[in-house]
């Protein structure tokens, strides 16, 4: 399925009443690495409508990595679905999902466990009934601003990304972000995924890598961070 990368403009105004508002400090515009936890909402997690096997042990990974990014004032980004009680989406409108992640519900809030800083940018997709919007190159902020025009006023380069679920909205957020020319490196002991089939998260991965992401783990990030201190 070929997505769309770019937010479609009518689904702005929708977001405006649900996400609060975020402004990118200044120190943010001077950095080139960013964190973005994809989708790590109620309704992906155990007990939700669409849960994603072993979700909820990403969460306390996920959690170092916020503190690492918070400590070495690296801007974090939060992607989520936020889709309309009727879209096209879901099985009932001939789409391949049950209800999920639906505005202004429980299932659609970020896990309660998840500690988000207070600065992490909040970025909804899915807004409309004819949305998919799999990628969070296909979200917005607050302001109505998408995600990529973000990432650039920021001055990132790197992006780190982790959530759910591996085979689909982490594995459309990765290779959009290759396609628009970010080095990625790929949390592999921070996502999960679906797994329709068996392996498809593990060729999700492949695929990923393939295409020019990088792995990497919370240990290795760290000594990465360490070491661009004592250059």
């Known amino acids: 399925m070929v997505q769309s990368k770019v937010p479609h403009r009518r689904t702005i105004a ?18 080139k690495s960013a964190l973005l936890i994809v989708d790590v909402q109620v309704d992906f997690c155990e007990g939700g409508s669409l849960a994603v096997p072993e979700a909820d042990t ?34 009932q409108q001939g ?3 049950p209800h999920h992640c639906v505005q ?19 970025l909804s997709k899915g807004t409309a009934p004819d949305e998919d ?39 459309w957020s990765v290779v959009d972000a290759l396609t628009f020319g970010y080095t990625v490196e790929l949390l ?7 797994n329709i089939k068996s392996r498809d ?10 295409l020019g992401a990088r792995t990497t783990t919370l240990e290795k990030a760290t000594k990465m961070f360490a070491g661009l201190k004592k250059a």
Not at 65 to 89: C, G, M, N
Not at 201 to 210: D, Y
Request: overall charge positive; hydrophobic content about 40%; glycine content about 6%.
């Open 14 to 31: 929708a977001v405006y009443r649900y996400a609060p508002v975020i402004v990118l400090e200044e120190n943010l515009m001077k950095t």
């Open 95 to 97: 789409g391949q999902w």
């Open 133 to 171: 919007s799999y990628s969070a190159f296909q979200t917005v902020d607050s302001r109505g601003k998408e995600f990529n025009s973000l990432l650039k006023k920021a001055g990132v380069k790197t992006l780190f990304v982790g959530g759910l679920a591996t085979d689909f909205c982490v594995r």
């Open 188 to 194: 592999q002991d921070a996502i999960k995924g679906v």
């Open 104 to 122: 202004d519900t429980e299932g659609a809030q970020f896990h309660p466990h998840l500690k988000l800083p207070t600065g992490a940018v909040i």
């Open 58 to 91: 990403i969460i306390p990974v996920l959690n170092r990595y916020i503190k690492l990014f918070t400590r070495e004032q690296f801007p974090v980004f939060a992607s989520r679905d936020w889709h309309p009680h009727q879209a096209k989406h879901f099985q």
């Open 201 to 210: 998260s593990e060729q999700a991965i492949q695929e990923m890598v393939r």
